[in-house]
Every structure is written in C-alpha cells, then in structure tokens.
C-alpha cells in the first residue's frame, strides 16, 4: 500500500505542479546619487533628507512609468490597457 500511496502522491503533485501559473519575480536595487554641481567642487553639501523620496517620486511618476510602458509594450506583453499597466507597476516599484 505505500508504495501505491507514492505514486499517488507523486502523480498528484506533478498534476498541481503543472497546473499553477508560472510567476517570476525580480528585485534590483539602485543608487542614486546626488549631481556635483561643478567637475571641481569634490566637497559639496550633502544630499537633503528629502532626497531619496524625490527621486522615488521621480521614479513613479506618470511619464517615466509610461515610457517604461511604452519602450517594453507592456499593454500588449500583460494584455491589460495603459492606466491598469501603469497602476500595475506604481504598486510593484518599491
């Protein structure tokens, strides 16, 4: 009977194995840095502490989200429109 009872269990796995959706995810981290106004001026002040969260804002802001939207044809990639795309992905940039 165990035997019989490992195959089952191994017939079902690979069943519900081959029917779930295949999902991928990433993560990728970035550094910004804040511009040197002048090529000289090697000690300039440091960055404000509103600096990282402006530039997030930057980041998910509608047009560089719609350009990513555009240059990967995500609309016609997800099969979903351009607002729902753009939602999509202000929810996933962290």
């Known amino acids: 009977m165990a035997p019989v009872g490992l195959l089952a269990g191994f017939l079902i796995a690979s069943v519900v194995t081959y029917l779930i959706p295949t999902e ?5 981290t970035i550094e ?8 000289t001026d090697q000690h300039s002040a440091p960055a ?3 600096f990282s969260g402006t530039e997030l804002k930057k980041i998910k802001s509608r047009n560089t989200l719609m350009k990513v939207v555009d240059t990967l044809d995500l609309d016609n990639k997800w099969g979903m429109n351009r607002e729902d795309v ?3 992905l202000r929810e996933i940039v962290k």
Not at 24 to 28: C, R, V, W
Not at 32 to 39: D, F, G, S
């Open 32 to 39: 910004i840095k804040p511009r040197i106004k002048k090529a």
């Open 24 to 28: 991928y995810e990433s993560f990728s």
């Open 86 to 88: 753009l939602l999509a």
């Open 48 to 50: 404000s502490p509103n």
